[in-house]
């Protein structure tokens, strides 16, 4: 939220410098993430009057302008914007005026028409953010006047406030936080005696939703624009000036920080009735579109319809206008979570709603509604009624909250005297309770004594004003003490020592090496929802335990896998351009219908294997299941296998074992899913458990010498069943193994008849065997009776027939 720090001042005295200010309010936790100059600090802009004006005679978007600036002589000038009448004052750029964003005004023809200047809009003069049309300036402003006298120069200050502090979303909020932490005095806005109550005429159907709402009706209001004062203040901090009515409730709001809405009372039909919205009714709001309402939402309604969506906008049927003469004022109490679910559901945030939302002060409704009522009697010559119509009750304040000197000493580390401690509670609105500290189940009579009094040396039960309902606990008043006490007057301690490390310690690492691993071939780590939306194929056939009641259709069910959401990150780089594609992710999956956690490992390849074309082929190599097969076997899980098998969404489906246990599914997805994301080539895909995948980073890393003895290596070739496949050899070559067997390499097949002699069935497969010692040199010899021992033991087993 933006705060004048000129508007500030008038509440409270300020520290001399802004960054002092900055700094104080940073360290007691209310953040400034900007600070703005602003204010139309400018040479030769005036107050000029439009005296006509006329369609550009080479421009339909373009008028030439009449004004009076006060020196006598008419002035021609060329302007884009269609926000004014004959009639208004506005504020002029003279030639040899330089604006605030460096423009330097000069006599010109603008198609072909002479223009004698620039009639200017908020965000030109640095009074706003406003572009889209005119500054129109009150009627009682002086023609020929500096704008810098109507606008003096003004700092803004843009706070971000935590939900928790609604109490500092208005100007004299923030003054009141600042003058508890310096000690200096505040000064209120002016006393305010509220209008007598009556019950007459509100009706509150949703008490929950609405537990207080009040209304006034003020007749002979002259809506027109609003002073200059009025328009400089809720200009300097983002807010346009609409007319005088509308001006002064977003002004009472960023003053007082309680929401007020005008309805054009001729407009209403019969009383009000807060109540909650039927199914599907119908509301066009102030911004000009129709909402379709929940039966959750509150609304303010006369006899006929909804005028209002409550706490959050008001509708455009009974919104003032120029014709307004009798208005409705409201203020009122909403429940936050209310209008946050209404304001959430609509989307529709409005600058009420985000007060609402984070509570306001009760004691301030009326007050506000008092405030808005002089303001509208003195600006637009309302005739206000001597009674306010309200309905409901007021919330009491929050309870009363003891607190332990003692433990505020042992929290803080630091002793602070008790006499401060109250000082600063004081300053914070806090006050004293007479009553007795509520002794609790358990206390023995020992801690009944007056000791135990709110006045007592061990502590004090304080009463907390109606604007801090954040305060609950003990240790609330402990961080408002030490807010303002300083943080940087606690001195730090060295308390670090050595703890063994944890199996989250453990766990951490082992997944933080993983991670590196897959990076460093390439791969990219995502990570993606647990929640995923109803058009998953897993949601809709079923296969994924649906959530109860869903937030939005995003997010209806638990994902049973990793894939959805891999293919939901492949189809946004696919829409973004990306000609390649490879990602993993490490997450949590929950499978159906028992919804047992676990934690899996995906990954998915698609697109060009490299940027560039090979040098040699000039041609770009897509990714294949041999790129999948490889980020998989890298991740040095023990006796990994692939073997095929079949699956709906695969074209090439394979099943991934750890010795004779299946740990992971993967291969290349079916082209129908390739179309759906409009990605060209094939999609490869793995998924697994990753308990074996963190459990292989485990095994230490260890040193092996270059070897100092020759290797002989030694073929077989041999006829094979079909079905015989490769992983079923490979472990008969291996087990039992030879001591002096080190490596096994397939390097030649054939199937079909493609090389085999006619009437020869099977395939033909070659191995290469490889056997060293590493203290000495073998011998001819002993690898012939090492091999022959491998070629017997495959005859046996498989009946192979051996190619010599």
């Keep these: 939220m933006k705060f004048s720090v000129n508007w500030l001042g008038e509440f409270v005295d300020l520290p001399a410098n802004v960054d ?226 509308v001006d002064i409730s977003n002004f009472v709001v960023l003053e007082l920080g309680q929401p007020t809405h005008a309805f054009d009372a001729d407009k209403l039909i019969g009383g009000i009735d807060v109540r909650l919205a039927r199914n599907g009714e119908k509301f066009l709001a102030l911004d000009g579109k129709t909402y379709s309402l929940a039966p959750e939402s509150l609304v303010i309604a006369d006899d006929e319809r909804a005028v209002a969506i409550g706490g959050v906008m008001g509708g455009e049927d009974t919104g003032v206008t120029e014709s307004t003469r009798t208005i409705l004022l409201e203020s009122a109490y909403f429940l936050p979570a209310s209008i946050r679910r209404t304001a959430r559901k609509l989307n529709l945030p409005s600058d009420a709603s985000y007060r609402f939302e984070r509570g306001v002060d009760p004691e301030m ?134 703890t063994p490390s944890s199996v989250a310690d453990d766990s951490h690492d082992l997944e933080s090496a993983l991670r590196s691993g897959l990076v460093t071939r390439g791969l990219a780590e995502v990570r993606t929802s647990k929640l995923i939306p109803r058009s998953a194929t897993v949601v809709t056939t079923g296969n994924a335990i649906k959530l109860r009641n869903p937030l939005s259709e995003d997010h209806v069910a638990l994902r049973p896998n990793l894939r959805p959401g891999l293919l939901a990150v492949l189809d946004r780089n696919v829409r973004a351009g990306a000609e390649r594609v490879t990602i993993f992710e490490l997450g949590r999956v929950f499978v159906p219908a028992s919804g047992r956690e676990e934690r899996h490992l995906g990954v998915l390849l698609w697109g060009d294997a ?63 899913c390739a179309r759906e994301l409009n990605a060209l080539g094939p999609i490869f895909s793995a998924e697994l458990h990753a308990d074996l995948a963190l459990e292989a980073q485990k095994s230490a890393k260890t040193f092996r010498e270059i070897e100092r003895f020759p290797a002989i290596t030694r073929d077989i070739a041999m006829i094979v069943p079909e079905k015989l496949t490769h992983a079923e050899i490979l472990r008969t070559i291996e087990e039992p193994r030879e001591p002096l067997l080190k490596s096994v390499e397939l390097f030649d097949l054939f199937e079909g008849q493609r090389g085999l002699a006619p009437g020869v069935s099977g395939k033909s497969l070659a191995y290469r065997l490889t056997y060293r010692d590493k203290n000495r040199t073998l011998t001819n010899e002993e690898v012939t009776v090492a091999h022959a021992k491998i070629r017997e033991r495959l005859k046996r087993e498989f009946g192979v027939t051996l190619r010599e």
């Design 20 to 245: 002092t200010l900055a700094e104080l309010l940073t360290l007691a936790g209310v953040e400034i993430e900007s600070i703005d100059q602003r204010g139309a600090n400018i040479d030769k802009v005036v107050v000029s009057q439009i005296t006509a004006s006329s369609q550009h005679p080479n421009a339909d978007r373009l008028t030439v302008c009449e004004v009076n600036d006060g020196s006598g002589t008419k002035r021609q000038v060329v302007c884009g914007a269609t926000n004014y009448k004959v009639g208004d004052k506005v504020p002029l750029a003279l030639p040899g005026a330089r604006l605030a964003n460096g423009t330097e005004i000069r006599r010109s023809k603008l198609r072909g028409i002479e223009s004698e200047g620039m009639l200017c809009s908020p965000i030109e003069l640095s009074l706003g953010e406003d572009a889209s049309g005119l500054l129109i300036l009150s009627p009682d402003a002086k023609i020929g006047a500096l704008i810098v006298d109507l606008f003096p120069a003004d700092t803004i200050l843009d706070v971000e406030i935590t939900p928790n502090r609604g109490d500092l979303l208005s100007h004299f909020g923030l003054a009141r936080e600042i003058a508890a932490l310096t000690g200096k005095k505040l000064r209120a806005p002016a006393s305010l005696k509220t209008a007598e109550a009556t019950g007459s005429g509100i009706k509150i159907s949703a008490l929950r939703e609405c537990p207080f709402y009040s209304a006034r009706k003020i007749d002979n209001v002259k809506v027109g624009p609003s002073p200059n004062w009025l328009q400089a203040k809720i200009e300097s901090v983002g807010i346009r000036s609409i007319n005088n009515i």
């Design 365 to 498: 409704i009326l007050r506000a509604s008092q405030r808005a009522t002089e303001l509208i009697r003195e600006i637009a010559q309302g005739d206000p009624a001597k009674e306010t119509a309200v309905a409901g009750t007021l919330l009491s304040n929050p309870p009363d909250v003891f607190l332990s000197y003692k433990k505020c000493d042992q929290v803080l580390g630091i002793g602070i005297e008790p006499k401060t401690i109250d000082k600063i509670l004081e300053r914070f609105g806090l006050s004293k309770s007479t009553r007795l500290r509520q002794v609790t189940a358990g206390q023995t009579s020992k801690s009944r004594s007056p000791a135990r009094q709110s006045r007592s040396g061990d502590g004090a039960t304080w009463k907390i004003p109606s604007y801090r309902r954040d305060l609950q606990r003990d240790v609330d008043l402990i961080e408002e003490v030490v807010r303002a006490y300083g943080v940087e007057k606690i001195t730090g301690t060295d308390r670090s020592r050595f």
């Design 610 to 672: 490299a940027d560039s074309p090979h040098w040699r082929t000039q041609t770009k190599r897509r990714l294949d299941f041999f790129d999948l097969k490889g980020a998989i076997e890298s991740l040095q899980i023990e006796s990994l296998l692939f073997r095929r098998s079949e699956h709906r969404d695969f074209a090439l489906a394979t099943e991934i074992l750890s010795r004779t246990r299946v740990i992971g599914f993967g291969g290349q997805l079916s082209a129908s």
